[in-house]
Nanobody
Framework: QVRLVESGGGLVQRGGSLRLSCAAS???????VAWHRQAPGKERELVAA???????NYADSVKGRFTISRDNAKNTVYLQMNNLKPEDTAVYYC?????????????WGQGTQVTVAS
């Protein structure tokens, strides 16, 4: 069974950096991975995705600042966040999607809090 555990969140100053990690037990290279975030009173939004291979997609608000990557040998997904802004403050969630499975699989971690001080 796929299990996702995020870590690396915390409190940083404006302009600082964090690297979030998602320990993804059971993940394989065919899986699509993504990071979402949810701020208080806001809907959960997609911030970065790796549908497969070297393809990556980013929300306009984080483009050029965030980088999603994965290490399949270590079963880990990363989100490198640079030049953080107060509006990046949110709970960040790791997501694994398996459109190839029957039925399709969709897995979420518990989330990790990122707070950017202004």
């Amino acid at each position: 069974q796929v299990r996702l555990v995020e870590s690396g969140g915390g409190l940083v100053q404006r302009g600082g950096s964090l690297r979030l990690s998602c320990a993804a037990s059971g993940i394989i290279s065919m899986d699509a991975v993504a990071w979402h975030r949810q701020a208080p009173g806001k809907e959960r939004e997609l911030v970065a995705a790796n549908p497969g291979g070297g393809i990556t997609n980013y929300a306009d608000s984080v483009k050029g600042r965030f980088t999603i990557s994965r290490d399949n040998a270590k079963n880990t997904v990363y989100l490198q966040m640079n030049n953080l802004k107060p509006e990046d403050t949110a709970v960040y969630y790791c997501n694994v999607h398996r459109p190839w499975s029957r039925p399709a699989g969709d897995y979420w971690g518990q989330g990790t809090q990122v707070t950017v001080a202004s």
